[in-house]
């Protein structure tokens, strides 16, 4: 299988590359930059779609980026980056005269109301209530395809929670206060974490590109994209210490992260949702690391 992915070279989009390879597919990545085995996005919308039986797209500004202030512009570039990319492989998998068999959106689980105690499956209904929840309306809704193309392309929607591994995403600003000793909850520590294995993600995302077993519909196929632990901020850090053999006895006030980060950015770690991953464990895909523990070992001890 020929998969062309948006945004590939990023830390989820490395993973996804290396598990597709690894099975023995083929990928193309779009990029702002040419390149052997890429294409630009520029290329894409003048020249067309390439030869591809699947299509991802994981492109975004990064929304936890520590080196930019949380202002209008940031907030515009966080739009921009997701819903411009995601209509422009829209559009070309809408324009081609063979278009892929499956094509994979991967956005978040902010859509889901902040809750100590709402449970959330891919059958919740929501409404957008805040910032993200828009993005995530907007940006799914770019991904829709025409109905006459919707017949034969799969169309799936991925909502990711907080994405851990050991070469990029939150971990990696996380480890070295934990390794120093420092670390602590965010908060009061109550707040759910949805969570997954940046593998389980790739994983799943490779499991929504495989062809459709059934007549399709012309809505998308929503999966979440979180580990089926229901964890809470307080149980990663300490579990986290645990597994590094260091105190977490620093905890970080809200306040804190409000000024450091926005308040508008900073709820995404001091509040949290319980969302179960409902149809994605019902569809047959399999943890590599279900549980905080496997997940958080595998990341420590890589290192």
Known sequence: MRVLIGGGSGF????????????GHKVTLISRQP?????????????????CEGAVNLAGENL?????????????????????????????????????????????????????????????????????????????????LPDNVAKTTKQVII?????????????????????LGLGGTLGSGTQPFPWIHVSDLAGIIAHGLEPPANTLSSSPQVFNGV??????????????????????IFPVPVFVLN?????????????????IPKRTLEAGYLYKYPDLTSALKEIVESY
């Open 35 to 51: 390149g052997p085995g890429r294409i630009t996005w520029d290329e894409l919308e003048s020249h067309g779609l390439p030869p």
């Open 159 to 179: 909502r990711s929670g907080i994405v851990l591994g050991r070469h990029g995403g939150a971990m990696k600003q996380m480890l070295l206060p934990f390794w």
């Open 259 to 275: 000024t450091l980060m926005g308040s508008e950015r900073a709820v995404v770690l001091t509040q949290g949702q319980k969302v």
């Open 64 to 144: 936890m980026n520590p080196l930019r202030w949380w202002n209008e512009s940031y907030k515009k570039d966080l739009f921009s980056s997701r819903i411009d990319t995601t209509k422009t492989l829209a559009r070309a998998i809408a324009a081609s005269p063979k278009p892929p068999h499956s094509w994979v959106l991967v956005s978040g689980v902010a859509c889901y109301k902040m809750s100590l105690t709402a449970q959330y499956t891919e059958d919740s209904e929501w409404t957008p209530f805040d910032l993200f929840s828009n993005l995530v309306k907007e940006w799914e809704a770019s991904a829709r």
């Open 12 to 23: 989820v989009g490395r993973e996804l590359t290396r598990l597709l390879i690894e099975k």
């Open 227 to 248: 580990a089926p632990g229901l964890n809470t901020n307080y149980e990663f850090t300490k579990e986290l210490g645990r597994i590094l053999r260091r105190p977490t």
